[in-house]
Each structure stands twice: as C-alpha cells, then as structure tokens.
C-alpha cells in the first residue's frame, strides 16, 4: 500500500522497492495517485482504494488503473469509458461487512455483483473488504466481518461469477487474523516497519523504515529568565545553551510536541524548548554543552546512538504511527538507503 505518498516515505520509490522485493500489486487512495505512479514509468497493477466521481472513470481506463466500484452509476461512467477507450474497465467490489465507510452492502453485494457482471466492458478482478478492529485485542467484531465476507464471497461464486482476486486483510489481520488472507494481503504499515496498534501482537519483527533527521541551524548562551518562542511558554531556570533546529510543523514536526518533544543529538536526548515554530524548533541543551552548529539532529527514528521513538510521539500525542510519519511534508528531502549507502 503506497498511499499517502507512500505513508510520507515518498511513493515511486517506495513501489519500486516494493514490487523489486516480490509485491505483486499496488494500492493508492486516489486516482490522482495512481496516475503519479504510471507517469513514474510503474506499470504494475495497481488498484484505487478511495472510489471516484463519475466523470474520472476514463482515468482508470486510459491509465489500466484498477478501480474500486460500488455503484451502478460509477459503473456506467467505466462501461461508457471502456466503450470510448476500446479497453476494459477492470474493477474490484468493495463489500461495506461493518467499516460503514465506502462499499456496498455485504446484503446486497451477491445482487449488485451479478449486475456488475453482465455490464459489457467491466472486467472483475477483485472483491474485497476492510476491517474497522483488526488491530484491537478484541476481535470479536473483526471476526463478525470476516464472516459476513465469507457468506458473501460464497453467494457471489454460487452465480458463477468468477473473482481472481478476494482480499481483506490490513496490517492489522496480517498479524493476528491468519484466517482472513485469500488470495492477496494489504501491508500498509507494517510495510514501513510499525505495528498499527499498541494492541497488536507483534508476531512479525519490524524495523521502521524512516528516520527524520536535521541539523542545528544556530547555538547561543543566554541567560537565567530567558523567554524562548512565540508566547513565552519556555522559560530558561538558569544560564544555559539554545539551539535551533530548522524543523517546525510545516515540515511534519507536530506543534503538539511544544515543550515535550525531543530530539537525540550525539547519542542524548533534548527537550524542545517552547513552541514549535512553522520552520524551526528551539532546544535547552543545558549549560556549557557541546552542541555545535552542524550537527546531526534526530527528531524520529533510530540511529546507532540511540533513538526517538515513533511510539513515544503517539503516547504523548495520542495518535498513531500512521499519522505521524504522515505529517513529514513534502518540503523535507527524502534520501533513500540500500545497504547503508544513499541513493
């Protein structure tokens, strides 16, 4: 799953790896996404989470982008684009078994299959589902979904209607829902080496795949009673060492993290000092430090001197891993690895 640019990590060279490691599929949330990929020169399927609006169906068709269907209207736009474009229109059904987002009814999914069929110019390549607690310890309601998709992959076969592909599994399911696999899994991100929840087991080892990094932009000594950032909300107790790291939340560093956000510079940890700008942030590195302008600044992920954990960031914030390396904004470079060496 390479959405969201990749889950911030960046998309084409993430899908690459991806498929150059054994993928076999993509999966964006946006036709938009989908089309960066094919102008990218990726050429491997490639299904459409999110649905789309009638008038982006011939996207699908001139792009040979899989789309997730759940309507007769957007059915008829495909059929229609299909027709104009002389080529199929390849679908995957999204049967709605409990998410209660996008999807048709797990009810209805056997009669709105049958009609999807005979329509001339879809081809079905896929139904599928998602799970709303796959990554809680109860999974008494994932398994309730897991059933209702079973009962409905079952009525849809029973019509002789043909489905290459059948998935439901998330990262959640990958790891503590065996049962729930098919014929394809959907990593999102665990792909990027985190656990979805606190809840999870951790039955598979993961390393995280990113590390946000920066430099110390500036260093000064000031004195006891110093008022650092906007509002004056960091107040240094004695004399001491600023540095200010150009990092602030347009570039992904959450403003939350004001005064409880920390970074690692040479192997010790900071707190950040005061607010958290648009573009930098300010630490107390404490007095006569060694910090110098320069020097490396790990404000997530791991190094071998120590790490700031992702799964710290979420405990303070309350959110999750998804959202946090979300945040890491397209102003900031991403540099790729392969065996310790960038590329």
Not at 74 to 98: C, F, M, S, W, Y
């Amino acid at each position: 799953v390479v959405k969201a640019d990749a889950y911030g990590h960046g998309m084409p060279e993430v899908a690459r790896t991806a498929l150059e490691a054994g993928a076999g599929y993509l999966a964006v949330a946006l036709v938009e996404e989908g089309i960066a990929l094919r102008e990218a020169g990726i050429e491997a399927p490639a299904l459409v989470f999110g649905g789309f609006f009638p008038e982006q169906a011939p996207f699908f068709v001139r792009y040979n982008l899989e789309a997730t269907l759940y309507s007769l209207e957007n059915a008829a736009a495909l059929a229609e684009a299909a027709k104009r474009l002389q080529k199929p229109a390849k679908v995957h059904i999204k049967i709605d078994t409990g998410m209660g987002r996008v999807g048709i009814s797990w009810e209805e999914a056997a009669s709105f299959a049958s009609k999807i069929s005979q329509i001339p110019g879809i081809e079905i390549v896929g139904v599928y589902t998602h799970f709303a607690t796959s990554d809680e310890k109860d999974k008494s309601f994932a398994n309730l979904q897991l059933q209702r998709f079973k009962l409905t992959l079952k009525n849809i076969i029973s019509q002789g209607i043909r489905i290459p592909l059948k998935h439901a599994a998330n990262s959640g399911a990958i790891l503590d829902m065996p049962g729930a696999s098919f014929d394809m899994v959907r990593p999102g991100i665990m792909m990027y080496g985190y656990y979805p929840s606190f809840e999870t087991t951790e039955s598979v080892p993961l390393k995280p795949a990113m590390t946000f990094q920066s430099k110390v932009l500036y260093v000064k000594e000031v004195e006891e009673g110093t008022s650092v950032s906007y509002g004056r909300k960091y107040i240094t107790r004695h004399k001491t060492t600023l540095a200010t790291i150009p990092v602030g939340y347009a570039d992904g560093y959450n403003r939350l993290l004001t005064n409880r956000g920390e970074v690692l510079i040479h192997g010790q940890k900071y707190r950040v000092a005061g607010r958290v700008c648009m573009d930098q942030i300010i630490i107390d590195a404490g007095p006569g430090a060694s910090v110098r302008v320069g020097d490396d600044v790990v404000l997530f992920g791991r190094t071998a001197r120590g790490e700031v954990s992702v799964y710290d960031i979420c405990r303070k914030l309350n959110t999750t891993p998804y959202e946090v390396t979300c945040w890491v904004s397209n102003r900031v470079p991403r540099v790729y690895e392969n065996q310790n060496k960038a590329i």
